[in-house]
């Protein structure tokens, strides 16, 4: 059994933050796939532009607990261009055991409470 990789868990993350911003109506102007560049999302929504910073957790890291600094950075960077910045975290679990290693083999549940406006969590 082998284990997710950082890369698959991020991933996992994307796919799922990225079908509910689709879904929800969200116009695509940017996607960073690559874990660690920042904002992941560009994209507009009743002609507002919004960053929005994604991360994949394992257990017993919390999904809403922000990188701080990270999305301050981003925060500033978003007023510049009159946008909105947020955090978007994704819990990726065993499905019998948050405890438990993740692996392709025993599947996994996310956990992602929604997006959260970043100067309402710095």
């Known amino acids: 059994m082998s284990t997710l990789s950082t890369n698959e868990i991020h991933q996992i993350a994307m796919n799922l933050v990225g079908s509910q911003l ?6 695509f102007l940017g996607v960073n796939s690559k874990p660690g560049v920042d904002p992941q999302f560009v994209c507009t929504f009743n002609k507002q532009l919004h960053f929005i910073v994604v991360r994949g ?8 607990s922000p990188d701080r600094a990270l999305l301050k950075k981003v925060a500033d960077h978003a007023e510049k ?37 970043a100067e309402e969590v710095l």
Do not use: C, I, N, Q
């Open 57 to 64: 957790f394992l257990y017993p890291a919390d999904p809403l």
């Open 81 to 117: 261009f009159d946008a909105k910045a947020y955090w978007a975290g994704v819990g990726v679990y065993h499905p019998e055991d948050r405890k438990l290693p993740v692996s392709k083999s025993t599947g996994y549940e996310l956990d992602f409470k929604g997006l959260y406006l």
């Open 22 to 27: 689709e879904g929800a109506g969200y116009e």
